[in-house]
């Protein structure tokens, strides 16, 4: 079964740095890309970036591109997202998801991890 | 602004059928067949309805449809149910560097 894992609810202070995770199983992960998207409270989703963790080739969104870096470590099948110094502007849900390397299909989700920026 | 152009909101009656609009370009909707559909009910994770814009994933019922035409895709709900109340978003393979584009969303109401 596929499975895409996310870290846990984070409260952090702006200025702070974070790293949160997506674990994926079930299947080879260095075959799929893994996406990231934000979703603010209320809001819709919006598109961050993706890596291919075979190469760790990256994209982001130009909106993205030099606030948060997206990594992976294909060695334990988990893929990362970090900011090095938060904002309040930062508090959203993220959801990691797997794109087919064919059709771009965004086939399966992880449970989403909460980040609040709060002083 | 997103990429791709979704109305805000449809609504329905139970029974009836409604359908939601995704509105690209060239470089997405309307140049590959590689669009996608997602429904997300409030406070979970979004979940795939529609892949290579009419394919339904296994467990999907078919009452969900869809279609392209041109630059613009759209997602049919027939037999409307109140479970089929949430948002749906659209998203599509773009020839720019980003390799995915999305809709705004559309929150359908079951009336």
């Known amino acids: 079964e596929v499975q895409l894992v996310q870290s846990g609810a984070e409260v952090k202070k702006p200025g702070e740095s974070l790293k949160i995770s997506c674990k994926g199983s079930?299947?080879?992960?260095?075959?799929?890309?893994i996406g990231w998207v934000r979703q603010m409270p209320g809001k819709g989703l919006e598109w961050m970036g993706i890596?291919?963790?075979?190469?760790?080739?990256?994209r982001y969104s130009p909106s993205f591109q030099g606030q948060v870096t997206i990594s992976a470590d294909k060695s334990i099948s988990t893929a990362y997202l970090q900011w090095s110094s938060l904002k309040a502007s930062d508090t959203a849900m993220y959801y990691c998801?797997?794109?087919?390397?064919?059709?771009?299909?965004?086939?399966?989700w992880g449970q989403g991890t909460l980040v609040t920026v709060s002083s | 602004q997103s990429a791709l152009t979704q109305p805000a909101s449809v609504s329905g009656s139970p029974g009836q059928s409604i359908t939601i609009s995704c509105t690209g370009t060239?470089?997405?909707?309307?140049?590959?067949?590689?669009v996608s559909w997602c429904q997300q009910h409030p406070g979970k994770a979004p979940k795939l309805m529609i892949f290579?814009?009419?394919n339904r994933p296994s467990g999907v019922s078919n009452r969900f449809s869809g279609s392209k035409s041109g630059n613009t895709a759209s997602l049919t709900i027939s037999g409307l149910q109140a479970e089929d109340e949430a948002d749906y978003y659209c998203?599509?393979?773009?020839?720019?560097?980003?390799?995915?584009?999305f809709g705004g969303g559309t929150k359908l109401t079951v009336l």
């Open positions: 060239s470089s997405d909707v309307g140049g590959y067949n590689y």
């Open positions: 079930g299947y080879r992960f260095t075959s799929y890309w």
């Open positions: 998801l797997r794109r087919t390397p064919t059709s771009s299909t965004l086939d399966y």
């Open positions: 890596i291919y963790p075979g190469d760790s080739e990256t």
């Open positions: 290579d814009v009419s």
């Open positions: 998203s599509s393979y773009t020839s720019n560097s980003t390799l995915v584009v």
